[in-house]
C-alpha cells in the first residue's frame, strides 16, 4: 500500500512540474511572439455595480446598503439616501468639522463611525416605519424609474436626536 502512494505522489508531482514547465513555455512564445490576449469587450467593463446575474431590477453595490435586504434578487421596494448630506446633519461630522480633526486620527475614525452607526440606526427606523425593504446610499433601477429618497424624513429624525 505504502508503495503505491509513493507512486501517486511521484506521478502528481511529475503532472505538477510538467504543467509549470508547459505554462513557462507558454508564456515565452507568447513575449517572443509579441502576441497579447484579446481586450475585453466593451460591454464587460467593470461599473461598480453588481449584477446577481439573474436579471434584477436593480444596480447596486453591496457596500453602499445602510440596511435591510442587501441581495439585489430579493429587492422589492428599496429606498435611496443622500449619504453626505446625512453625514453633515451628524453631530459627530460637526465636531470633526468644527474642531478640525482629522479623518484618518483615532478620534476622526471613532467620530466618523459613530456617525454612521447614528445614520444607520435612523435608516432602519424610517425603513421599518414606511415600509421599504431596505436603504442604500447609491441604488438605480434598470428600467430608469425613480426611486424614493429618504433622506429628508431621516435627516429631520437626526436633528430631534432620538
Avoid: F
Avoid at 507512486?7 to 517572443?32: E, F, H, N, P, Y
Avoid at 446598503?65 to 443622500?82: H, I, K, T, Y
Avoid at 463611525?113 to 416605519?129: L, M, W
Amino acid at each position: 500500500m505504502k508503495q503505491n502512494q509513493t507512486i501517486q505522489s511521484s506521478r502528481s508531482k511529475r503532472v505538477t512540474r510538467i504543467s509549470l514547465a508547459l505554462t513557462a513555455l507558454l508564456g515565452m512564445a507568447t513575449m517572443a511572439h509579441g502576441w497579447s490576449i484579446p481586450p475585453l469587450p466593451a460591454n464587460s467593463v467593470d461599473t461598480g455595480l453588481s449584477d446577481d446575474g439573474r436579471g434584477t431590477p436593480y444596480k447596486v453595490d453591496k457596500i453602499d446598503n445602510l440596511c435591510g435586504l442587501a441581495e439585489p434578487r430579493q429587492l422589492s421596494n428599496p429606498a435611496r439616501v443622500d449619504y453626505a448630506v446625512l453625514l453633515e446633519a451628524t453631530e459627530e461630522y460637526r465636531e470633526i468639522r468644527d474642531k478640525k480633526i482629522d479623518l484618518e486620527s483615532a478620534r476622526g475614525v471613532e467620530l466618523h463611525n459613530k456617525a454612521h452607526s447614528r445614520i444607520a440606526a435612523a435608516c432602519e427606523r424610517a425603513r421599518t416605519k414606511l415600509g421599504h425593504c431596505s436603504v442604500w446610499k447609491t441604488i438605480t433601477r434598470r428600467n430608469g424609474k425613480p426611486i424614493p429618497n429618504l433622506t429628508k424624513s431621516i435627516k429631520l429624525d437626526l436633528a430631534e436626536g432620538v
